[in-house]
């Protein structure tokens, strides 16, 4: 029809998502956040420790749904800096002693500048260099992690072992639960402060890049600065995560942060919907259960069950959870007309 | 200086069996536009397809031929079955897909072959090749292969009505469409093609890996930044670059003292990732100039 | 003069929006029909209905065949060239191959083979750049190796959607002469869309006015171009 539409030639590899699609209603959001509040005292500590797991993985596909559905830039290299903010905790903790509740801010800092260092030679690629370049970056670092010379602060191969924090104040609760609340906390407020962020002057930049650089650069935006700085903020957090789970799991080791920790985080942000910032806990939920299931339904075929189910899911919903909670917004307007 | 040739030499011998790869990939990125995930399980299937053939008693090139065809129609199959109904879901969703078509078929290449190492045949036999310690005759065989194949790859894009046809539909469907391609079938042969060169690669690699269902994971690895690092748009430049991060991965491992082999893929990673940074669409690709 | 192509009551949609509201033509073998109308009246849109680009209901007969339902690629087996708005230039390929494309499903060799040389002698600027990449080809020879590529398919009908857009006035000029001498001599009946109206009336014989997705007006180009009141009310000249 118009001129504009033919004279595009790439259509971004990331989907538009406009920027209120991306969080969702203030009463949905308060009767989630009841149910996550309540649901700890009437359930076991295992499950608690599971429901700890997957805000903590939630955190880490939400960093990585604003790098690629905010700002979109692609990386398979999230368990890089999840592995980093896990050391960092560990390391202060065990070391130097340090609360564990201090580490996690020291841990969103050192991720942070980490993550806008590797932006910088990131920002000359897209597409799949990125994709490679974030891989390496993902393959490395249980290597460096082995290294020699950092072995004495790493523990090598052996990993080290954390301690887990009990409740404060003398709160007549588990350390389960304490860390269940502990972590809702911190999960909510960087939640609240990614909402926030998508939802301002940056987070438009985001979006402009991610739908069309070149545009968004000749409309002024700092195109280097905000990739970059996506790139930090999405490792901040991915750190804070990984802090997180380092509290949780009571250990930290190489093996813990290989390629298939980054490929889990991905498969994640795919299932609950890119740049649905809530989808991401729905992800979570996936890469933590249905694994899980895949072995319960076959152990030998364990892997294929969950290549058949992931299908299923994408098949279903290419769109991941967003759609669903699209579908389901439809439907109640619709009840609502009648 | 002795040991930089020999070591050279041994980079070129492994940077065969990536450049092979590395084929493989560029030809599914021509048609698809992706990379494919699962290409190396693909290749793994293949392998072990003409390992059972000759394990019933089929001659080795027998075995090839109909391993070949059956890789072929597969591909097309895959295609067929499971990713044209994601032709119009969002590329990361593809890319999921290519994860779960992986976990698929690790898993089942396990029940059916289990995990044990299996020794795989070559044709070209293994002593060594005019003399040297270095390189063995298969290996100067896979490097003799992959030239051929790479030949053939460039006639049949170059001079053949249907080679043109596939980069057309890959280039600017709607016009290919307009022309009177069939693009979804184009995409399906482009499957079917990358599966068959994959399946050559796998039966290339296994004498040297041996045989077993992650065999491929590391090769993968290499041919993927092999084909980046030539450029994803040309096969001559994947071949290039397979060999030429057999050679980088060699000497890193040799001269750069603490590397050992841990550290080998991630540093030659890092220098291709220095080399795109330069050159960003790989060293033989076609610069895409970009328009608003 | 035969019906070659009818169209009847063709309404096509982008997602939810209706873009045509029940139109219909038809175009005689042989002649050179134009399509008029502003921005956004739905142009562009009946060509891509005639092509199976957009969806739509309504009939479209080709020859006495119906063309509904069938691919994009199986029409233009019937000799139907679509020269697209941009022109859809395979950017990436030289502008032989892209001459080669145009006569894809054809089986003659040796036809093709002097067909292209038809070309380089209608467009003598696509002889002396024939290995370059067509990317790098001005607007004005991009649009000129839009419709070589249209003509090697050795066409009945020839859809072309703005050969103008874009171009100095002096290459329209030319464009066009070769499109009338086209039409005379090869005997391709061309369905053009244009907003450059006093040009497309000027060379068609026969024209249609659309609107809002509506067939308005339509008769012989000359009595169209000499009526000054259809001319100030839809053509805006």
């Known amino acids: 029809m118009s001129a504009a539409e033919d004279v595009v030639t790439e259509a971004p590899a990331v989907e538009a998502v406009p920027k209120r699609a991306m969080t969702l209603g203030t009463g949905t959001s308060l009767l989630v956040l009841a149910v996550l509040l309540i649901v700890p005292m009437f359930v076991k500590n295992f499950i608690i420790f599971q429901m700890t797991m997957l805000l903590i993985y939630g955190l880490a596909v939400l960093a990585l749904n604003i790098l690629t559905g905010g700002s979109g830039q692609f990386s398979l290299g999230q368990s890089a800096f999840y592995a980093v903010g896990a050391y960092t905790s560990a390391v202060l903790m065990e070391y130097f002693n340090v609360n564990y509740a201090l580490t996690i801010p020291v841990s969103a800092a050192v991720c942070f500048a980490f993550g806008y260092l590797f932006g910088k030679p990131a920002l000359r690629l897209s597409g799949v260099y990125l994709a490679l370049a974030t891989f390496a970056l993902a393959t490395a670092m249980p290597q460096l992690l082995k290294l020699n010379f950092l072995e004495h602060w790493t523990g090598g191969v052996q990993g080290l072992v954390v301690t887990k924090p009990d409740a404060p104040f003398g709160l007549p609760m588990s350390q389960d639960t304490w860390l269940y609340y502990f972590s809702l906390a911190v999960v909510l407020a960087i939640y609240i402060f990614s909402v926030n962020l998508l939802r301002s002057r940056s987070g438009r930049a985001f979006m402009a890049i991610r739908d069309n650089e070149i545009a968004a650069s000749s409309m002024g935006v700092n195109v280097a600065l905000y990739k970059t700085l996506a790139f930090g903020v999405s490792a901040g957090i991915t750190g804070v995560a990984g802090s997180l789970g380092a509290i949780a799991v009571q250990f930290v080791a190489p093996d813990s942060y290989t390629i298939t920790l980054a490929i889990s985080l991905f498969l994640g942000m795919v299932v609950g919907g890119v740049g649905w910032l809530p989808g991401s806990f729905v992800g979570a939920a996936f890469i933590i259960f249905v694994p899980n299931m895949a072995e319960g339904i076959s152990k030998g075929l364990s892997g294929a069950v969950f290549g058949v189910l992931l299908f299923a899911v994408i098949y279903l919903v290419p769109h991941g959870a967003r759609q669903i909670a699209i579908m389901g917004q439809q439907l109640v307007g619709r009840l609502r007309k009648n | 200086m002795e040991l930089f040739t020999n070591q050279v030499l041994a980079g070129i011998a492994t940077g065969a069996i990536y450049a092979c790869m590395a084929l493989a990939v560029v030809m599914i990125y021509q048609a698809i536009d992706h990379l494919n995930f699962a290409q190396g399980e693909m290749a793994m299937f293949s392998t072990f397809i003409s390992w059972q053939l000759m394990q019933w008693g089929i001659p080795y090139w027998a075995a090839f031929v109909i391993t070949l065809a059956l890789s072929f129609v597969g591909g097309i199959a895959i295609e067929r079955i499971l990713f044209k109904p994601l032709a119009k879901a969002p590329v990361l969703t593809n890319v999921a897909g290519f994860i779960a078509l992986f976990a698929i078929i690790n898993s089942s290449a396990g029940l059916i072959w289990d995990f044990t190492i299996k020794q795989y045949p070559t044709p070209f036999g293994s002593s060594p090749f005019l003399g040297s310690q270095l390189i063995s005759t298969h290996q100067a065989g896979m490097i003799g292969v992959t030239v051929l194949l790479l030949l053939g790859l460039y006639f049949f894009f170059q001079y053949t009505k249907i080679g043109l046809a596939m980069r057309a539909a890959a280039s600017v469907p709607e016009s290919a469409r307009l022309v009177g391609i069939n693009t979804s079938w184009m995409i399906a042969l482009g499957w079917g093609m990358a599966s068959a060169i994959g399946a050559i690669a796998g039966m290339l690699i296994a004498p040297v890996v041996f045989l077993e269902p992650n065999m491929m994971g590391g090769v993968l690895i290499y041919g993927f930044a092999a084909a980046v690092l030539g450029g994803l748009t040309s096969p001559f430049g994947a071949v290039v670059g397979g060999f030429l991060v057999g050679v980088f991965e060699n000497l890193a491992g040799t001269y750069i003292p603490g590397v050992g082999n841990e550290l080998k893929l991630p540093i030659a990673l890092a220098l291709i990732i220095s080399v795109l940074v330069v050159k960003p669409a790989g060293l033989f690709g076609r610069q895409i100039v970009k328009r608003v | ?237």
């Open chain 3, 1 to 237: 003069m035969t019906t070659l192509l009818n169209v009847k009551d063709l309404r096509a949609y982008y997602g939810q929006v209706q873009a045509l509201h029940g139109l219909s033509f038809s175009l005689s073998e042989g002649s050179l029909t134009t399509l008029l109308g502003a921005n956004g009246a739905g142009k562009t849109t009946t060509l891509r209905a005639i092509c199976n680009m957009v969806r739509s209901t309504g009939g479209i007969e080709f020859d006495g065949k119906p063309l509904n339902n069938r691919s994009t690629e199986s029409i233009v087996r019937f000799g139907i060239a679509h020269v697209p708005q941009g022109r859809g230039t395979f950017t990436t390929m030289t502008v032989e191959e892209n001459l080669q494309l145009g006569a894809i499903t054809r089986k003659d060799s040796a036809g093709i083979v002097s067909d292209i040389e038809r070309m380089y002698a209608h467009f003598p600027v696509l002889k002396q750049r024939h290995t370059q990449q067509a990317g790098t080809l001005s607007g004005g020879e991009q649009q000129m190796l839009a419709v070589a590529r249209a003509l090697m398919l050795r066409p009945r009908l020839m859809l072309l959607d703005e050969p103008s857009f874009g171009l100095a006035p002096l290459v329209v000029r030319d464009l066009f002469g070769i499109l009338g001498k086209i039409n005379r001599e090869d005997k391709v009946s061309i369905l053009v869309v244009e907003q450059n109206a006093q040009l497309a009336l000027e060379l068609a014989d026969q024209a249609y006015v659309i609107e809002t997705g509506r067939i308005v007006m339509s008769g012989n180009a000359k009595d169209i171009a000499n009526n000054e009141e259809i001319r100030k009310s839809y053509l805006g000249y």
